[in-house]
């Protein structure tokens, strides 16, 4: 079964630091993986999006980068700010998979201290 | 930019009553789905469509029904609202790879 984890599941920095989420994924075998933030009791907003042939992605503060052969892809936030605090989501389509579908880790929630 | 809406934001419901969730795309994507997220399981897929009048099974879909009569709109059905199913509800959209969600629907069946 296709798995996606993040690791960890809450983390808490001041303002100002440099961050790195970790999302791990059970297949090599890959179209693409996508970043997400969600704010409490919203939807889900695309932050990046990954594909398998390429190994990172930028946008503004936000790096994501793709080891497909590792199974991992990292989330780097700089200098971080009390607007970035939100549960960050990643998403990995599955070449096994049908359709588009996505299979969801479960979220590491950031919280940036002012 | 994609917008995705839903139809309520919130909504509480008796068990038993046939509940009816829309989404609805302004972008002309193929793809429509319906997750449901739970605190501790996740985002699961409960079903999803590929065009007009098409659907697809997820992970979870039982105890639910859907519509998709045009393509911008994707409607889930909840047969006979049980407590069980109390949960956000969160549908998304697509063309290609990326997918763009609406803002949800916190449904509560008492």
């Known amino acids: 079964k296709q798995e996606v984890t993040q690791i960890p599941a809450a983390l808490s920095v001041p303002e100002g630091e440099n961050l790195v989420l970790n999302c791990s994924f059970t297949?090599?075998?890959?179209?693409?993986l996508q970043w997400f933030r969600q704010d409490p009791g919203k939807g889900l907003t695309s932050l990046l999006l990954?594909?398998?042939?390429?190994r990172e992605q930028t946008s503004g503060r936000l790096n994501a980068s793709l080891d497909k052969s590792s199974g991992r892809s990292t989330l780097y936030i700089a200098a971080s700010q009390p607007g970035d605090s939100a549960t960050y989501l990643c998403a990995v389509e599955f070449q096994e998979t049908s359709g588009s579908r996505l299979t969801f880790g479960e979220g590491t929630q950031l919280t940036v201290n002012p | 930019d994609v917008k995705v809406t839903q139809s309520s934001r919130y909504l509480v419901k008796r068990t038993g009553e046939k509940v009816f969730l829309e989404c609805v795309q302004d972008m002309d994507h193929e793809n429509m789905f319906w997750y449901r997220q739970d605190p501790g399981l996740g985002l699961r897929l409960i079903y999803f469509s590929y065009d007009v009048k098409m659907k697809e099974k997820g992970d979870i879909p039982e105890g639910y029904s859907v519509s998709r009569e045009k393509k911008e709109r994707f409607s889930l059905i909840l047969e006979s609202a049980s407590t069980n199913q109390t949960s956000m509800y969160l549908c998304?959209?697509?063309?290609?790879?990326?997918?763009?969600f609406g803002p949800g629907t916190r449904l509560t069946v008492t």
């Open positions: 297949d090599s075998a890959i179209y693409n």
């Open positions: 998304a959209s697509s063309f290609t790879a990326e997918q763009y």
């Open positions: 990954i594909q398998s042939s390429q």
